[in-house]
């Protein structure tokens, strides 16, 4: 008897799990962009600021801090580029982790693949390793909207983002992800 209820446990939370794994796919299938504020933490440096994300592949994020700081991808390039310094940083958008973050085709697939659902307090999560690259993706418990990721950035740091204030499919002017934009 003992065996038939702790299969019969078994089996009903596997379904559970895998009706709400069903539900936050659906819902980023929905997703066309996003709008929310972050707090990105890597190593013990810590930067906030505002993002747009628009699929496929482009992001606009200025961050709250004293020297401008833009980061821009059209879909192929990164532009990285503050009042700091004279100069701005230009990387295929190809070898950044971003690009994997940036295509929700591509985590859609993972996600469907994808034979575990964890499940913490707060949110659930999903671990995506692709080649050589390791990213968990965050969902909320409640809504089942995104609410961040981690990840190791072109140096291999650990880097942690949170986002909140999350709105989605809104009207955006693709001009912000004109990289020329940013250039010095």
């Known amino acids: 008897m003992r065996i038939f209820v702790l299969i019969f446990f078994f089996l009903l939370q596997n379904n559970v ?15 066309e962009n996003l709008k929310f ?13 505002e993002c747009i ?3 496929p592949k482009k992001i ?3 961050y709250d801090d004293r020297y401008n700081k833009i980061l ?3 879909g192929k390039s990164l532009v990285i580029n503050s009042d700091r310094s004279n100069q701005y940083y230009r990387y295929s958008l190809e070898k950044t982790p971003l690009n994997l973050i940036l295509d929700k ?5 993972k996600m469907t693949d994808s034979e575990s659902l964890s499940n913490s307090f707060s949110n659930y999560s999903f671990k995506i390793i692709y080649e050589k690259t390791s990213i968990n993706i965050f969902f909320d418990k409640k809504t089942l909207k995104l609410i961040g990721w981690t990840t190791n950035d ?5 880097v942690e983002t949170i986002i909140s204030n999350v709105e989605k499919n809104l009207i955006i002017n693709n001009n912000i992800f004109k990289i020329q934009n940013y250039i010095n």
Do not use: P, R
């Open 37 to 49: 504020n972050f707090v990105q933490k890597i190593g013990k440096k810590i930067e906030k600021g």
């Open 17 to 31: 799990a895998a009706s709400i794994k069903s539900k936050i796919i659906n819902n980023f299938k929905l997703t």
């Open 105 to 109: 085709k591509f985590l859609i697939n």
């Open 72 to 74: 821009v991808s059209n």
């Open 154 to 158: 072109i140096y291999q740091n650990k």
């Open 53 to 55: 994300i628009a699929y």
């Open 60 to 62: 606009f994020c200025k």
